[in-house]
């Protein structure tokens, strides 16, 4: 063929050449070339209360239903402190025993018993949950112990380090928007600081809890009570 006869051709194959690549687009994986898709994060609702002096001891302050996501701190003040070993108000949650050392589970039975004296100010909250949620709680208060950890509660020895130590607690009460009923974890009854749940707990949507904030040791303190809901 010569060169007059070649360059007819090639103009009319040129247009076939971009025409073929597209014809398969149709079909084509477009997804495979794009980047992974980012989920849209949720930002956490970001409350905060007071403590409500005008409340009685046993009274529950109602903060009410809490959005989740959401952290939730509550500020009050532990006025008064004390603690009853015979005084039975609310009854303790039920742990697995060994009562004989022998390593094999023998019995369910409360570890801790007594609630604080009549003179003591404890203070309790209630919430309800917005939706289904998993809840961990802290407590951190004022004159917080050195090294995290509080002296022993000794009763029996009025010049002990414990007279001279704020001991805050938190407890977690079954809670049906009148009085509460008995104590469904004592997890924040402990010596250390700050006072955690050591593991997230489940609520349902609507579900109510109280939460009550007590001195156990010699001194009172202010503290910072901070709940913290996640979607499950």
């Known amino acids: ?20 690549p597209l014809a398969g687009c149709d079909n084509w994986p477009l997804y495979l070339n794009l ?21 009685g001891s046993d009274d529950v302050q109602d903060i009410g239903s809490l959005a989740i996501p959401g952290v939730l701190t509550i500020r009050g003040d532990a006025e008064a402190c004390g603690f009853d070993l015979e005084r039975e108000l609310y009854p303790w949650p039920d742990h697995p025993l060994d009562t004989d050392g022998d390593g094999e589970i ?77 104590v469904v974890s004592d997890a924040g009854f402990t010596l250390s600081h700050p006072e955690v749940t050591p593991q997230w707990l489940g609520l349902d949507a609507g ?3 109280a939460f009550a904030v007590g001195c156990h040791h010699g001194l009172p303190s202010a503290y910072e009570l901070t709940l913290t809901f996640q979607s499950p």
Do not use: C
């Open 207 to 209: 579900q109510q809890v």
């Open 106 to 182: 023998d019995l369910r039975a409360p570890q801790h018993q007594g609630w604080y004296d009549t003179a003591a100010d404890v203070d309790l909250y209630g919430v309800r949950a917005g939706a289904d949620a998993w809840l961990k709680v802290e407590l951190t208060w004022d004159n917080s112990p050195v090294g995290g950890q509080n002296s022993p509660f000794r009763p029996d020895d009025a010049e002990g380090a414990w007279a001279d130590e704020s001991d805050l607690d938190v407890l977690i009460l079954d809670w049906d928007g009148e009085a509460p009923i008995r």
């Open 35 to 55: 980047p992974d898709p980012v989920p849209p994060s949720v930002q956490p609702a970001v409350m905060s209360a007071e403590e409500d002096d005008a409340l």
């Open 1 to 20: 063929m010569t060169r007059a006869g070649i360059v007819p051709l090639v103009r009319a194959l040129l247009p076939l050449l971009f025409i073929l």
